[in-house]
């Protein structure tokens, strides 16, 4: 499997390029901004994308999507527990982006879902607690943890949607995974399982 991340928007987003190296068929996962840079990184990997997969509806992650859909004619998929905040305009102002188009995904990202692409399987875990529709998505070996846990940190939940007793339970569902998974979460560094839930201080006390 092909994986680049590239870090877009002024939030500093994780933006994850996915290509089966078979069928080069691809996946992108939340293209918050700059799509101009996404479709190069796209054409220099040679894949076609098939879904843009979005991990929340925050507007950080998802504010390329519309953009980049009408460029590779993906579909777009997010959990519809998140499509109220991704049409948020007090959300969008409080950080202080400019998002005026509706926002309505193709698909719907649901619990316990596989999104298979070329030799790409992604299953969905929902993870709510940074927001109301938060998923994971777990492929083989690796997990994409949008903002529930980052290296060293968790999420916040004091946006609208947020919750802190559904974001322990998220966390918790996370942490028993198999150590050696790799964790590449919505902003800042990949990370392991192992790590996190040795050296992740915000675990001890949620979770
Ligand atoms: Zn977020």
Redesign the pocket.
Known sequence: MLLEKLVVGSFGANCYLLGCENSSSGVVIDPGDEVERILQKIREMEINVKKIILT?G?P??IAGANALKEATGATVMMNPLDTEIANSRILNMMLGIKNDSRFEPDEELLDGQKIVTGDICLEVLHTPG??RG?VCLVGDGYIFT??LLFAGGI??CD?PGGDESQMAESLRKIIKLDEDIKVYP?HGPSTTIRAESRGNMYLGDWV
């Open positions: 929340h925050h950080d992650h940074h927001s938060s949008g903002d999420g916040r946006l919505g």
